[in-house]
Every structure is written in structure tokens, then in C-alpha cells.
């Protein structure tokens, strides 16, 4: 009987520790919920600077709310004459330890990093490093909008541009 008792008490002490909670972060849900902007399925053209000049290129973006909308799915493909040069699947969430977001990405390659990422005057600042920017935002026509950016020195040299509609 005793055995019985403690193999109960371990096990209780065992799935209480190791539960997950099914409350939802309101925090997380309420940072992550200033980012609507980006939810839904974009499609356009941008360019960007390569070493043989700059490349034009048609991009699609799927974005949801996940885990009751404390974190965001992106998915995004570019084309170049119809071959795949972009295929990458991020998500973004909120770093309640740092105060600021955590965008992770992912490619076919098998690389990922974790990059931190801010939301200033209503745009989306991400940072793949110290001297790299890109920044996202909704364009007075309502289009996804977004450029990158290098730093030297102190100048920021655009890269990049991406401008594309929603197709809800």
C-alpha cells in the first residue's frame, strides 16, 4: 500500500512540474495582436542588390495568428522567372524577458537563427545583424511595404524593396 501511495504522489509531482499551462499569455497575445497588420496572404514584386546588380522578383507571404494569437506564421516565397530564390518560413513572438520581439527563420538549407526585432511607429523593424535592418509596414495604399537596409558607418544604404497586396 505504501509503494502504491508514493508511486501515486511521484507521478502527481512528475505531471503537475512538467504540465503545460493552458492559459494564454496576455501579454504576448496583446504585443503580438499590434502586429495584425502583417496577418493575411500578400503577393508582389520587389528588388534587391545582388552582385550582378539589382534583381526584380515576384513574392508571396502567408501570415496567421498562431497559438491563440500569441505568435505569428510566416510563410514566404520568391521567384525570379519562376525558379524559387526565396523560401522561408519565420516566427514571431514576444520576449517578455528583453521587452522586445524574437523573429526566427528558417530555410530549406536547414539554417536558422533567432533575430531580435522591434515595433516602431507602427513598423516592424527586424535585425538580422548589427548592420542589417529590414523594416515592415503598411504603405498609405494599405500594401505590405518593405525595405532593407545596410549600415555603414553611420548612413543606412537601401538594399532591398518589397511592395505587395493583399489577396485574402
Do not use: C
Request: proline content about 1%.
Amino acid at each position: 500500500m505504501r509503494t502504491i501511495f508514493i508511486i501515486t504522489l511521484t507521478a502527481f509531482i512528475t505531471f503537475q512540474s512538467f504540465g503545460q499551462s493552458s492559459e494564454t499569455d496576455s501579454l504576448s497575445k496583446s504585443k503580438i495582436s499590434e502586429l495584425k497588420f502583417m496577418v493575411g496572404n500578400w503577393k508582389g514584386s520587389g528588388w534587391m542588390m545582388g552582385k550582378e546588380g539589382k534583381s526584380n522578383f515576384e513574392q508571396t507571404e502567408k501570415i496567421h495568428f498562431k497559438l491563440d494569437s500569441t505568435a505569428i506564421l510566416i510563410e514566404g516565397m520568391g521567384k525570379v522567372n519562376g525558379k524559387i530564390v526565396h523560401n522561408a518560413l519565420a516566427i514571431l513572438t514576444y520576449n517578455k524577458t528583453d521587452n522586445n520581439y524574437l523573429f526566427r527563420s528558417y530555410l530549406p538549407s536547414g539554417q536558422n537563427a533567432e533575430f531580435k526585432a522591434e515595433l516602431i511607429d507602427n513598423k516592424l523593424y527586424w535585425y538580422p545583424n548589427n548592420n542589417v535592418r529590414y523594416i515592415i509596414w503598411l504603405n498609405e495604399n494599405g500594401q505590405w511595404y518593405e525595405k532593407g537596409e545596410y549600415k555603414r558607418e553611420e548612413n543606412w544604404t537601401q538594399f532591398f524593396e518589397m511592395t505587395l497586396d493583399r489577396v485574402n
